[in-house]
């Protein structure tokens, strides 16, 4: 498929370093960054095409958001709440050596909690919940259209968050994502991942989303 510079976006999603680490990194990976990479590869219905990496801190050490996100149009972020702290400072870095840049936050602790993620994080947008079908809509929709003109096409994305006149608005979601949409997860992104630095571990996925009991 021949494609331009132009439309080729760079995503670099990043797990960040936790408070005396996670032991899954060093043996299974997390899900959700895997399968919203999927979500981002397999998607051709808008104007860019998305180049991924996925970053386990606790496995590849630590982010320069000065140097690392240098060229990179998309910042996805999530956090347990042991890895908020870091996450919230990586995001407030990313912002400031790159203004341009889009933030997207979610996972568990940011989910629930927008307010402390965009006062801590300076994020342009937190996910509520899985986001595999909306988050290359999402994308597209933030580098097409600048800051200040994509409120009106944000309030129709369900499931996020975002600011509008110094206020937090929330849009509704019902329902679950489609076991199908993302089948796979993209382990061929995550960084530093070969066959000299393997992960030992796998993961046998039979529902999305760790609160679907």
């Known amino acids: 498929m021949a494609t331009t510079a132009s439309r080729i976006k760079r995503v670099v999603m990043v797990q960040p370093a936790s408070a005396g680490g996670n032991f899954e990194y060093m043996a299974i990976p997390r899900q959700g960054m895997l399968f919203l990479s999927t979500a981002l590869g397999q998607w051709e219905e808008g104007p860019f095409f998305y180049e991924r990496e996925i970053w ?24 347990l709440i042991n890895e908020a702290p870091r996450a919230y400072h990586l995001a407030r870095l990313a912002k400031m050596y790159h203004p341009d840049l889009v933030t997207i936050g979610g996972g568990p602790q940011m989910s629930p909690l927008p307010e402390e993620a965009f006062a801590l994080g300076n994020f342009d ?11 290359a809509p999402l994308c597209d929709l933030m580098l097409t259209h600048p800051e200040g003109t994509r409120e009106a096409y944000l309030e129709k994305v369900p499931g996020i968050s975002y600011r509008k006149d110094g206020q937090v608005i929330q849009t509704r979601r019902q329902g679950l994502v489609n076991p199908a949409f993302a089948e796979l997860p993209d382990y061929r992104s995550i ?3 070969s066959p000299d630095h393997p992960m030992p571990g796998g993961v046998l996925e039979t529902v999305r989303g760790c609160t679907e009991n």
């Open 125 to 135: 947008v937190i996910v509520q919940r899985e986001g595999e079908d909306i988050i």
């Open 56 to 79: 386990f801190e606790d496995r590849s050490g630590l982010m320069d958001p000065d140097k690392d996100l240098e060229d990179v149009d998309v910042l996805l972020v999530t956090a």
């Open 191 to 193: 960084k530093d991942l």
